[in-house]
T-cell receptor, first 116, second 115 residues
Framework: NAGVTQTPKFRILKIGQSMTLQCTQD?????MYWYRQDPGMGLKLIYY???????DKGEVPNGYNVSRSTTEDFPLRLELAAPSQTSVYFC???????????????FGSGTQLSVL | KQEVTQIPAALSVPEGENLVLNCSFT??????LQWFRQDPGKGLTSLLL?????REQTSGRLNASLDKSSGRSTLYIAASQPGDSATYLC??????????????FGAGTQVVVTP
């Protein structure tokens, strides 16, 4: 059981570069999320998706883009990286089944990104 | 907008003592509330999920209660061990349409259990 897999684990970018953070899950979850976590802060939602082909913005979407072409994959694209995007990024997924224990949120192990 | 607060931000207890972790939320209209554990440099692991219709949920030494009327959830860890040292986060899933599917996280309580 792989769960939620994120790659890469670490990355250093120069200002203005672009990159894609990969996220894949093998649990047939319909909901997927991208969060960023800054030191001492809670998780902030960047984008989320309720199913293939459907995405929506979270609290802090500026500077990021997403796509969801399959149930399994939910990549996060950073365009024109800025120092403010230095953070730890987490992908998460869950199954929407209201009132069910299956609604637990599962997280990947994270990507530590530094923009210098 | 739902706000989730966890106080204190950090806590240190001797081994064997019971841990009590607090989570407060401003809007009682929630589908569920989850408690997570995060080890340094790692992702979050779900510990317990409490549905809005439930008052508590238990797993081994862990017990989580939910009181929607007062906007509070408490995570109890019995007979703490050094291996319980981690950051514990709570997250509420709001019912409001404009927050559909969007969990609101607290900043977490960092716990150190000393031998």
């Amino acid at each position: 059981n792989a769960g939620v897999t994120q790659t890469p684990k670490f990355r250093i970018l120069k200002i203005g570069q672009s990159m894609t953070l990969q996220c894949t899950q093998d649990m047939n979850h319909n909901y997927m999320y991208w969060y960023r976590q800054d030191p001492g802060m809670g998780l902030k939602l960047i984008y989320y998706s309720v199913g293939a082909g459907i995405t929506d913005k979270g609290e802090v979407p500026n500077g990021y883009n997403v796509s969801r072409s399959t149930t399994e994959d939910f990549p996060l694209r950073l365009e024109l990286a800025a120092p403010s995007q230095t953070s730890v990024y987490f992908c998460a997924s869950r199954y929407r089944d209201r009132g069910s224990p299956r609604e637990k949120l599962f997280f990947g192990s994270g990507t530590q990104l530094s923009v210098l | 907008k739902q706000e989730v607060t966890q106080i204190p931000a950090a806590l240190s207890v001797p081994e064997g003592e019971n841990l009590v972790l607090n989570c407060s939320f401003t809007d009682s209209a929630i589908y569920n509330l989850q408690w997570f554990r995060q080890d340094p440099g790692k992702g979050l692991t779900s510990l317990l999920l409490i549905q809005s219709s439930q008052r508590e949920q238990t797993s081994g030494r862990l017990n989580a209660s939910l009181d929607k009327s007062s906007g509070r959830s408490t995570l109890y860890i019995a007979a703490s061990q050094p291996g319980d040292s981690a950051t514990y986060l709570c997250a509420a899933l709001p019912m409001t349409t404009d927050s559909w599917g969007k969990f609101q996280f607290g900043a977490g309580t960092q716990v150190v259990v000393t031998p």
